[in-house]
């Protein structure tokens, strides 16, 4: 099995700053995209950032320029900086990566139990 723990979400003033983490564990032969994504009340969970096992990254259109994804494959971990943020931005912030278990071609997909974000203005 593979687990994916998120951590370092927190309430916040609007313009500051918070880093989120994602330590993927468990029955992993090789990671290949990891994301971030979120979801705020009375809204559809949305991708906000993605990066490929090669580090390339694409961001949506409402965090680009203020968050960075990025990732470090020795510890199976991806991190999201978060800077400026804004009331808006207030959401349940969810990890996903698709794992590769074993040498087979067959991928999984998993997800993160949230982290909780709060901006307040």
């Known amino acids: 099995q593979v687990q994916l723990v998120e951590s370092g979400g927190a309430l916040v003033q609007a313009g500051a700053s918070l880093r989120l983490s994602c330590a993927a564990s468990g029955s992993i032969f090789s990671i290949n995209d990891m994301a971030w994504y979120r979801q705020a009340p009375g809204k559809q969970r949305e991708l906000i950032a993605r990066?490929?096992?090669?580090?390339?990254?694409n961001y949506a259109d409402s965090v680009k320029d203020r968050f960075t994804i990025s990732r470090d494959n020795t510890k199976n971990t991806v991190y999201l900086q978060m800077n400026s943020l804004k009331s808006e931005d207030t959401a349940i912030y969810y990890c996903?990566?698709?794992?590769?278990?074993?040498?087979?071609?067959?991928?999984?997909?998993?997800w993160g139990q949230g982290t909780q974000v709060t901006v307040s203005s």
């Open positions: 996903y990566a698709i794992v590769q278990k074993d040498r087979s071609p067959h991928l999984y997909q998993y």
């Open positions: 990066i490929t096992s090669g580090s390339s990254t």
